[in-house]
């Protein structure tokens, strides 16, 4: 069975950094796309940043210049630098791997931006 396994979020006040990470098993990493979603209260899922299997990246307009995407194949991780968090940033953050034929989700981890 698949799993992606999220880790790194918290609280943090509005300014600092978080680094989450999402490992990922049973699957050929390096064959699938990798992003990095979140969901606030009350509104939908959105994309954050993804990188491909080539290592290009791509990132939400709201996100472009304050965070980075970046990916592991050795270790079967991608990593997401938070940097210049803002409350607006609050969400639960989820790890997602697609290629052609499959879809996978990680349960999330909480990310709380506030003084």
């Known amino acids: 069975q698949v799993q992606l396994v999220e880790s790194g979020g918290g609280l943090v006040q509005p300014g600092g950094s978080l680094r989450l990470s999402c490992a990922a098993s049973?699957?050929?990493?390096?064959?699938?796309?990798m992003g990095w979603y979140r969901q606030a209260p009350g509104k939908q899922r959105e994309l954050v940043a993804a990188i491909t299997k080539a290592f290009s990246t791509n990132y939400a307009d709201s996100v472009k210049g304050r965070f980075i995407v970046s990916r592991d194949n050795a270790k079967n991780t991608v990593h997401l630098q938070m940097n210049s968090l803002e409350p607006e940033d609050t969400a639960a953050y989820y790890c997602?791997?697609?290629?052609?034929?499959?879809?996978?989700w990680g349960q999330g981890t909480q990310v709380t931006v506030s003084s």
């Open positions: 997602n791997a697609f290629d052609s034929l499959n879809n996978y």
């Open positions: 049973r699957i050929t990493f390096s064959r699938y796309t």
